[in-house]
């Protein structure tokens, strides 16, 4: 009966749903008016820093951005929750980007069976991950990937 470990993880519910050719967002229209983001901070590379990340969302916040995609895969976990804190919008995309491959449905490997596991592994990787963070209006299945089956299950 000893406890072992506590996690906190703050929550939130929103719906969202394309309507009428308008995003809605909780039932109100929204203009989405985005940016993409690499995990990059300008002095130390790919070591990114909460308060770098903190600081990139103020100055979208600051630039009258209200959404951002998180380019090419799902960003750090801590991302997310000052996105929820800070009320940006994110478009959350799976580490799929397979473009060196080619886009045509024969090359893609989106459209090649022995690869559809892999990508659907990764995308039910970053779902179960950040389902609960209500910033993500949207899911990207992967950028620069060619089309495919892999992307319609």
């Keep these: 009966g000893r406890v072992m470990e506590v996690t906190k993880h703050r929550v939130g519910f929103r719906t969202v749903e394309v309507t009428g ?3 809605l967002v909780n039932g109100r229209a929204v203009t989405i008016r985005g940016v ?11 070591v990114v820093s909460y308060k770098s990340m903190r600081d990139d969302v103020l100055l979208m916040r600051d630039l009258n951005f209200n959404a951002v995609r998180c380019s090419h895969y799902p960003t750090d976990e801590a991302f997310y929750s000052i996105c929820d804190e800070l009320g940006m919008y994110v478009v959350d995309e799976a580490n799929i980007e397979t473009h060196g491959m080619g886009f ?9 069976k022995e690869w559809e596991a ?9 779902f179960e991950r950040d389902k609960n963070h209500p910033c993500i209006i949207a899911w990207s299945t992967g950028n620069e990937a060619g089309n495919g089956p892999a992307h319609h299950r």
Excluded: I, S, Y
Excluded at 104 to 112: C, G, I, R, S, V
């Design 21 to 23: 050719g308008r995003l």
């Design 36 to 46: 993409n983001r690499h995990e990059h901070d300008p002095t130390h590379g790919h």
């Design 104 to 112: 045509e449905p024969d090359k893609t490997l989106a459209a090649k």
């Design 118 to 126: 892999a990508h659907l592994d990764r995308v039910a990787r970053m």
